[in-house]
């Protein structure tokens, strides 16, 4: 920065400018060491002492005041700072002008620090002003620019489908204004590919949306982050298979990306789970085994499993120096992690533990310093690859063969040959002698290798930026409501932004106070708020539940039973359920288990103290934030079981208790804790103890006969106990929390012990906004949509699987919700590739007799995935289009193609060649 006085009649160029105000220096200075405040008291002097030099009106002066309202906002004043910014702005407009460098400055400050003081649209509609003002100035590349501010902070609003169309727009006109390779084009390809890959489907009009998906992906498979690549093909497939079918040409080619992304990253295994993936739509073609194409593929795959289960260890040509100068100055002692970032397939970092500086050796190392290491790494997003070891005779011994058995990574030995030059060898410790893998230097063009600190900071999870901290929850900024036409809009001080779920005894809303708190409110349906028994019963569950208090539960924070809706709400929690947990990581090992399990003990010891059972107690029920398990939906099944007061059970058949399945009137809290022991061996097993289908899971709930073979010996007793059939010989769970954790009933669980990929998970959770997760709510047990009854075959982990015997659907109301869980996407690819098999017999058929099945198909696809799946839709605008030459039926295919387009999108193939047929036969004057 200059600093001097402006010109008057008295200087002239060649006279000296006078000194800065030594305080502006000694300012600058501080606030970039981190010491905010002291900045702020700093810039304050000096704008004193600058008005008395130079002037209050003096650019010097202005500059001054434009540091201090920058470094107030960086003290945690951003409201302070919105108002310093706003006077500077109107003092340098009216000084400077408008058009000015530094008033255009001030604007833009104003705007972002509008946003950083949580009122993010205000700061959207600034910057959009900005934009509009760029273009007509002529300037694309600061139109641009301001166009990416739009877009995020309508993220950071929550508005996450506004600022993927802002990123879409921006990606479109920097590629038509700027070119492909400008640096504007990446960002915006980069922030589309980031919200694109996150965003639930739908958002986007389907066909047309998902082109700009799949240009994002190739942008991002050419810049070299094939990894990245690899998952967004990956999210790219699913929704061709939803929108086109799963053996579309649409699915397959997106399937190939996937593959063929997987091999370019160098990641085999993945690469062959992917091929199988390609062979599988190949058969659904009807190209499958015995065609030449699908055997070359067969082949490729094969090669691919043969070279993942041969390990190498690849490390970058800079990394592996710098792993040699570590190894040179401590040859006896040297020791630590190397890991990679997410997108790379070598190791890109050395993590030190042990230096020159360091008075012990490796074998003095304990385990646990370790693991903090690679946690410490996890939380840095760097995976560990591997541990090293200067070691002269480079051999593992049985120390580290055990070590690096147990954290699952590589062994790397290193010893100096002279003062330049190091060799180094590498084991794999998969089975029961070390298995040498071949040591691949990888070059390393345009990024330097990183040192991690080995030792863990202080801190747990980096939480959105937008989020404060209220209590032990989070609130988010405000997020735009998409409320239902004749839906409420409020209940008491929470507005009403959108119903995320329905259950059997009422709505599920998401909700947000004036301050931004997040909460799930829970209604009861209209037709059980005027029985009066019902409306006590409820009155007496969420009077309960409002008394429960503790680290581990989520309890009703306000409620109002007695309004025309009656209602309760608890805090949005932003964290993946177990459920998620076990689906992305398989089973966990045996610390992570004892630490959930002591935390869900803890929070049943403060539920059952209100007379509360849960009754529906399961992996879907707890999640996981970053300091513990959180069990939710407690009370739900009692107030299920007021409402339903029919023959059938209020829970889960997976999770249910003996005396659940037997109908009994009454439960006692040994029935949770049935729940508990089964929660706990599928957490340690990865599958469930009783079986696999309901029918199954039911005999031998009933018998006592649970599969507990591999579970750990030393979760074996606690589990046993909770399973005994007999109710009363069931442990307590202040019993079950002290035999897995003991002092946890005090509240002291102690660090979780997760893996990176959990870790990573519940990070997901917490650093997004809150609308994109909704789903984790708790919610009531009864997923169905209306509670409809079940029309198929029902796994017993199935959510639909809660609901009661005898339950009646509701009219035209489909049995199985329109969701994208893993029974509706097989119930999906089965009825599909019936459809396939018929039309490929279809052309003979006279067309009244195809329309005839094709509306047996219709009726079957509305039954099993809902009306508004793409599969149904689908069917639908076929089913009309056989019928158009009826009584009224073009006008019919109009409109049904219509409603199709406003989910499939105008593009998609589907509704593009109804509308081609229609244009053609629309004139003959058929209607």
């Known amino acids: 920065m200059k600093w001097g006085r402006r010109k008057t009649k008295e200087t002239s160029d060649s006279e000296d400018r006078p000194a800065p105000p030594a305080d502006a220096a000694t300012a600058e200075q501080a606030g970039r060491r981190g010491n905010a405040a002291e900045a702020v008291s700093r810039y304050e002097a000096a704008v004193a002492q600058a008005v008395r030099q130079f002037g209050p009106e003096a650019v010097e002066t202005l500059a001054i005041r434009h540091q201090l309202a920058h470094w107030t906002g960086e003290s945690g004043r951003p409201e302070d700072a919105v108002e310093l910014f706003a006077r500077l702005l109107a003092d340098r407009e009216r000084l400077q002008g408008p058009h000015h460098a530094d008033s255009e400055l001030a604007r833009h400050q104003l705007a972002h620090w509008y946003g950083r003081a949580g009122r993010f649209q205000e700061a959207v509609n600034r910057y959009e002003i900005m934009r509009r003002v760029a273009v007509q100035q002529g300037r694309p590349e600061r139109a641009l620019s301001l166009m990416c501010e739009v877009g995020y902070w309508q993220r950071q609003a929550g508005d996450t489908a506004a600022a993927l169309r802002t990123f879409a727009e921006m990606l479109r006109s920097a590629q038509r204004e700027l070119g492909p390779g400008h640096e504007l084009t990446g960002i915006a390809r980069q922030r589309y590919a980031e919200l694109a890959g996150d965003l639930p489907f739908g958002n986007e009009g389907g066909h047309d949306g998902l082109q700009n998906l799949i240009s994002a992906a190739a942008e991002v498979e050419a810049s070299g982050d ?22 579309s040409s649409q699915t397959l080619s997106a399937l190939v990306g996937q593959a063929k992304a997987a ?13 199988d993936a390609v062979l599988a739509c190949m058969a659904l073609q009807g190209r499958g085994p015995g065609t030449r194409e699908y055997d070359i593929l067969r082949g490729q795959r094969e090669e691919l499993a043969r070279n993942a289960a041969r390990v190498t260890f ?3 040509q800079r990394t592996g120096t710098l792993l040699g100068q570590k190894v040179q100055a401590a040859p006896r002692t040297a020791c630590g992690v190397l890991a990679r970032r997410p997108e790379a397939t070598y190791a890109t970092c050395v993590a030190v533990v042990l230096d020159e500086t360091d008075d012990h050796t490796p074998a003095q190392v ?13 939380e840095q997003r760097l995976e560990a690859t591997a541990l090293y070891f200067a070691r002269q005779d480079r051999r593992p011994t049985a120390a580290d063969a055990g070590l690096c058995r147990r954290l699952g990574l590589l062994g790397v030995y290193v010893s100096p040959m002279d003062s330049t030059n190091v060799q180094v060898e590498a084991y794999a410790f998969t089975g029961a002698e070390p298995v040498y893998a071949p040591v691949v230097v990888v070059p390393e063009e345009t990024t330097s290798p990183q040192q991690a600190a080995a030792r863990p900071a202080a801190g747990g999870v980096a939480f959105h930026p937008g989020a404060e901290a209220f209590g032990q929850w989070r609130e988010v900024g405000r997020v735009r409501p998409t409320k239902e036409a004749d839906g409420p809009s409020a209940f008491g001080r929470y507005e009403v932004l959108e119903r995320v779920g329905r259950g059997g005894f009422g709505d599920v809303y998401l909700c947000q106070d ?3 708190v997040m909460v799930a409110v829970k209604t009861l349906h209209a037709q059980y708020a005027h029985v009066p028994s019902i409306r006590q019963g409820f009155a007496h569950e969420v009077a309960a539940a409002q008394r429960v208090s503790g680290r581990f539960t989520v309890p009703v924070i306000a409620a109002d039973p007695g309004a025309d809706t009656p209602w309760m709400a608890v805090p949005y929690v932003a964290a993946p359920s177990l459920q998620e947990l076990l689906e992305r990581c398989g089973s966990l090992d045996e610390p992570t288990v004892r630490g959930l ?17 849960h009754l529906d107690l399961k992996p879907g029920n707890v999640l996981l934030t970053a300091d513990g398990p959180r069990v939710i939906d407690f009370g739900i099944a009692q107030i299920e079981l007021l409402t339903e007061p029919r023959r059938g059970f209020a829970g889960t058949y997976a999770y249910a208790s003996p005396e659940q399945l037997r109908e009994q009137p009454v439960f006692t809290a040994a029935s949770d804790m049935f729940s508990l022991g089964t929660v706990l061996a599928r957490l340690a097993l990865g599958h469930s103890p009783w079986g696999e289908d309901t029918a199954t899971v039911v005999a031998n709930i009933r018998a006592g006969t649970p599969d507990l073979s591999g579970l750990p010996s030393s979760l074996h007793d606690v589990v046993r106990s909770c399973l005994h059939l007999d109710p009363t010989r069931r442990p307590t769970p202040h019993e079950v929390a002290e035999a897995l954790q003991p002092g946890v009933a005090e509240g002291d669980l102690g660090p979780l012990s997760l893996s990176p990929e959990a870790r990573d998970l519940v990070a997901a959770y917490a650093t997004m906004p809150a609308t994109r997760f909704y789903e984790t709510l708790a919610h009531t047990s009864d997923a169905a949509e209306g509670g409809a009854a079940p029309t198929r075959p029902l796994s017993a982990d199935d959510p639909t699987a809660t609901l009661a015997h005898g339950q009646e659907g509701d009219g035209d109301r489909p049995a199985v919700p329109d969701d994208d869980s893993a029974p509706a996407r097989n119930a999906a690819a089965d009825l599909e590739a019936r459809i396939q098999a018929w039309e490929r017999e279809a052309e003979d058929r006279e067309m009244a007799q195809t329309r005839h099945e094709c509306g047996e198909f219709l009726e079957e696809a509305r039954s099993l995935l809902g009306s508004a799946h793409p599969l149904t839709l689908r069917l639908r605008v076929s089913h009309a289009m056989l019928g ?16 199709a387009a406003k989910h499939l999108g105008e593009g998609h193939p589907t509704v593009r060649d109804a509308r081609t047929l229609l244009a053609m036969v629309k004139p003959t004057g058929r209607t």
């Open 226 to 247: 094939f990894r990245r690549a690899a998952r967004l093909y990956g999210q790219i497939a699913a929704q061709c298979e939803r929108l086109y079918g799963h053996a």
């Open 263 to 275: 091999v370019n990253a160098g990641d085999h295994a993945e690469a062959a789970g992917h091929f």
């Open 314 to 316: 690849r490390i970058g």
């Open 366 to 378: 304990p385990a646990e310093q370790w693991s903090a290491v690679i946690r410490h790494l996890a």
């Open 514 to 516: 004036r301050e931004g």
């Open 597 to 613: 399990g002591a935390g869900i003990a803890v929070a049943l010891t403060a539920i059952h103290a209100e007379g509360i059972v």
């Open 884 to 899: 158009f030459d009826q009584p009224g039926g073009v006008a019919h295919a109009e409109r049904v193609v219509g409603e």
